[in-house]
């Protein structure tokens, strides 16, 4: 495969050519230092197609079959070339200086970049309640004892050294893999690498967001070996007093209004995610 000569790749993760794909991919676009761009779609909807008629000019990676993010992440991979590679969701933005600041934390030593989250609907209480139930922990205050450091970017040597990821799992494949790396290899936190997350606005799509989001936490966790609905949804209970708390300390100073306003749906998205743990057999999807 030839070169891109881009020092950093990133690879969009599509499902179905959701039309949400469009602006993640021209958010890299925008970027002061354009990554490699490599669309991965899987489930159909032809995501080539769509990007023609947008007018961007992106290569794209077409599955039929929908493919669990693990296999799309190793197809993105393999069809990339840069020394660093990193991933965004189709319901994600680059943040402005996203690649930049990525690239300086890989320049100063780090094998693995792992990324501040932010949404897209600052002043909703809804989405704010959203935002701060599932990444409390990846707000750019977070301290870094605390922050959870996903969204990462790898150095590519990485998947050389420790395998691939896991294609057989509906999630949690990023954590299954920071856990087969050795303790220096592991993402460092950088909340100078900003992703938006596009985040449900109003309160019934807050429900059925995290009514499904725990009804696939259950699966992650057995197919791990992890823990049994009832732990999930008893340990989801003793956290939302620490998510507020914690979302309100690590929020900016003009946030915490918004972020006072959303404990109601904080604890509304709590009780369904709970629904959703100790009902995992349902569709989620």
């Not at 070169?3 to 039309?19: F, N």
């Amino acid at each position: 495969m030839t070169s891109s000569g881009a020092p950093i790749a990133a690879i969009v993760l599509s499902v179905r050519a959701a039309p949400e794909f469009v602006g993640a991919v021209r958010s890299l676009l925008e970027q002061s230092e354009v990554p490699e761009i490599v669309v991965a779609n899987s489930g159909g909807g032809d995501a080539a197609a769509v990007l023609t008629r947008e007018g961007l000019d992106v290569p794209v990676i077409e599955s039929i079959p929908l493919l669990n993010p693990g296999a799309a992440r190793n197809r993105g991979i393999a069809a990339t070339t840069a020394p660093v590679v990193a991933f965004l969701a189709q319901d994600c933005l680059a943040a402005p200086g996203w690649t930049e600041a990525r690239l300086a934390a890989h320049r100063a030593g780090r094998t693995a970049v792992g990324s501040a989250l932010l949404h897209d609907r600052p002043g909703n209480p809804v989405a704010t309640a959203a935002h701060l139930f599932l990444y409390f922990r990846r707000l750019p205050g977070t301290p870094g004892s605390e922050a959870l450091p996903y969204g990462a970017s790898y150095d590519r040597t990485l998947f050389e050294r420790h395998g691939l990821f896991r294609e057989d799992l509906r999630t949690g494949e990023d954590t299954e893999f920071h856990a087969r790396l050795p303790a220096a290899d592991r993402p460092a936190w950088a909340p100078a690498v900003r992703t938006v997350h596009r985040t449900p606005g109003r309160v019934g799509d807050l429900v059925r967001d995290h009514r499904d989001r725990g009804r696939r936490m259950v699966r992650a966790r057995r197919a791990l070996g992890g823990s049994t609905p009832a732990r999930i949804a008893l340990g989801t209970l003793k956290g939302l007093a620490p998510r507020m708390m914690k979302g309100l300390r690590w929020s900016g100073p003009g946030e915490r209004v918004t972020v006072l306003l959303s404990f109601p749906f904080m604890t509304i998205g709590a009780l369904a995610y709970i629904f959703g743990a100790l009902t995992p057999d349902r569709p989620a999807d």
